[in-house]
């Protein structure tokens, strides 16, 4: 089935650094834009990055721009966000999405979440 | 960046009723050319990630209930839920993917009253 599964959150230290994944089943991936979403505890959602299909086009909320790269692989069908930098207000879970191949901006399939945590 | 305003922030609306949320963007989110309205709908419950409900402004996903509609264009939008049903509470959220810079709604809480 569709299926989209996130790793590698955890707690960090403020300034340093941390490598979300994402692994897709079930679908063409190479033929979907990607997304990453956050939600810090307890507040709303936030779009912070998304990339086109063939990995060559990207774009990313200001609050990460210059910290954050999105990234793909499209032979292991995965996602990626590395994240630099990193502040306490990073804190959230992140969600990896794809965009429906019926336009090209809503999330059609969402993962679990992965939680990053950073705090000293 | 595009700032999009929901309204009301929570609402309670009883079992069989109907529950409205707006959705305002700060700029025009409708193409000029071909009126098509780039605004989705979300649902998110408790503990689990958002589900798509609706796209284009008005149409939508597969499997979603028809008590589930949207309307609107250019820079105000609609979410409509008639005939409240109990596994409707949740947040919802509109978004916008007209520009390159994504923005949500900072969310509407739905209850039971």
């Known amino acids: 089935q569709v299926q989209l599964v996130e790793s590698g959150g955890r707690l960090v230290r403020p300034g340093g650094s941390l490598r979300l994944s994402c692994e897709a089943s079930g679908f063409m991936f190479r033929d979907h834009y990607m997304s990453w979403v956050r939600q810090a505890p307890g507040k709303g959602l936030e779009w912070i990055a998304y990339?086109?299909?063939?990995?060559?086009?990207?774009h990313y909320a200001d609050s990460v721009r210059g910290r954050f790269t999105i990234s793909r692989d499209n032979t292991k069908k995965s996602l990626f966000l590395q994240m630099n930098s990193l502040r306490a207000e990073d804190t959230a879970v992140y969600y990896c999405?794809?965009?429906?191949?019926?336009?090209?901006?809503?999330?059609?399939?969402w993962g679990k979440g992965t939680t990053v945590t950073v705090s000293s | 960046d595009v700032v999009m305003t929901q309204s009301p922030d929570s609402l309670a609306v009883s079992l069989g009723e109907r529950a409205t949320i707006n959705c305002k963007s700060s700029q025009s989110v409708s193409h000029s050319s071909n009126n098509v309205n780039y605004l989705a709908w979300y649902q998110q419950k408790p503990g689990q990630p958002p589900k798509l409900l609706i796209f284009?402004?008005?149409t939508r996903e597969s499997g979603v209930p028809d008590r589930f509609s949207g309307s609107g264009s250019g820079t105000d939008f609609t979410l409509t839920i008639s005939n409240l049903q109990a596994e409707d509470v949740a947040v919802y959220y509109c978004?916008?993917?007209?520009?390159?810079?994504?923005?949500f709604g900072q969310g509407t809480k739905v209850e039971i009253k």
């Open positions: 990339i086109r299909g063939s990995g060559d086009n990207t």
């Open positions: 999405a794809r965009v429906s191949i019926l336009a090209a901006g809503p999330m059609d399939v």
């Open positions: 284009w402004a008005s």
């Open positions: 978004q916008q993917y007209y520009y390159n810079l994504w923005t």
